[in-house]
């Protein structure tokens, strides 16, 4: 099980600290789902906290000149459900869905997420020397 909410979404819950601190509004809205559930909070842009195995790990965007910014966050949602899907960890999936959805607000329309190897080039193209 996992819960997903935007920062400003998860800032409004009773008891959450100030929305500033992904990290803290993460580590804060874990306890009320289920024990065993992952709980992300997406920041656009900045990227996501994700909360798995008792520990919150913030997992940096990547930035871009917005073209269009519909469908980002179900972007962000289908590549990382995928990526877990296939056995790939929460922390890296919510690395690629953050790429994901930064190739996605380059282009126009709601139905233009990118493809999984549009995904693993963006990120070689990011690597830092």
Do not use: Y
Not at 46 to 54: N, P
Not at 113 to 125: I, Q, Y
Request: net charge negative; hydrophobic share 45%; glycine share 10%.
């Amino acid at each position: 099980m996992s819960g997903r909410a935007t920062r400003e979404e998860a800032a409004d819950i009773p008891g959450t600290p100030e929305a500033d601190d992904l990290a803290a509004v993460t580590a804060a809205v874990a306890p009320l789902l289920r024990g065993d559930a992952i709980t992300i909070v997406r920041d656009g842009a900045a990227g996501c906290a994700v909360f798995a195995d008792g520990e919150t790990t913030v997992v940096p965007g990547f930035p871009q000149t917005p073209v269009d910014t519909n469908g980002a966050g179900d972007t962000h949602t289908g590549a990382l459900m995928a990526e877990v899907a296939a056995g790939t960890d929460w922390v890296e999936g919510c690395r690629r869905a953050n790429a994901a959805a930064a190739i996605k607000v380059t282009r126009r329309g709601p139905a233009t997420a990118p493809t999984a190897a549009e995904v693993d080039a963006f990120l070689a193209s990011q690597a830092v020397e």
